[in-house]
């Protein structure tokens, strides 16, 4: 009977191994159609044939393309979001809470390009959400650790909500610059958005004038 018993578990556990191999085979898929193609172009046959998968297998685990977008999305952000969470928590004054955070930010992008585009592309579409489960507990951690550093007097006192915006749309968008030019590293974004948050336009490295020819 303890054979029988342990026979159907290990079973069970196999199913369950490929249930997750499956879903994360079509999770993968759609991370490179998306980026090559755009959301908006993008149909559920080319994800599908972007896997080894039969095409009903698809609908086993996802209802349409955009959740599997969202869940491409939530994987991303759960990636992502102990990364920085541990450089602000690191973080001993206003400059390390605001170029720890954004310098692991600009690495994980650049080393995953891929994904990046793929979430970025979505914008094609306005009405694809983006506010994931994930995606929401990054934000939250992110203000909360905001006020958790106003409180200790790591940051000056601001406000939490725009400040947290204002991260993350700087964060987006330089990282966005830093893959369509060549002459932009990880660390070079991390010091532009540091700059910015420090000191203001004003204090920003002065962009050499183009020689005359």
Known sequence: MSDVFELTKSQRGKREETKASNRQAIIDAARNVFADLGYGATTVRDIIRAT????????????????????????????????????????????????????????????????????????????????????????????????????????????PDLLMASMVGVAFEVAHQMLVRDDISADDAAKFATALFLGGVQALPKKPKAKKR
């Not at 400059?95 to 994904?115: A, L, M, P």
């Open 52 to 159: 080894e998968l039969a095409s009903g297998t698809f609908y086993n685990y996802f209802k349409s393309k955009e959740e599997v977008f969202q869940a491409l999305q939530d994987e991303t952000a759960l990636r992502v979001r102990p990364r920085l969470r541990a450089e602000r928590i690191r973080a001993r004054g206003f400059e390390e809470f605001i170029t720890g955070t954004f310098r692991s930010y600009f690495d994980f992008v650049k080393n995953d390009q891929t994904t990046f585009i793929a979430v970025r592309r979505h914008r094609e579409i306005p009405r694809v959400r983006i506010d994931t489960p994930e995606v929401i507990a990054g934000f939250d951690e992110l203000r909360a650790d905001i006020e958790t550093a106003i409180e200790n007097g790591v940051l000056p006192p601001a406000d």
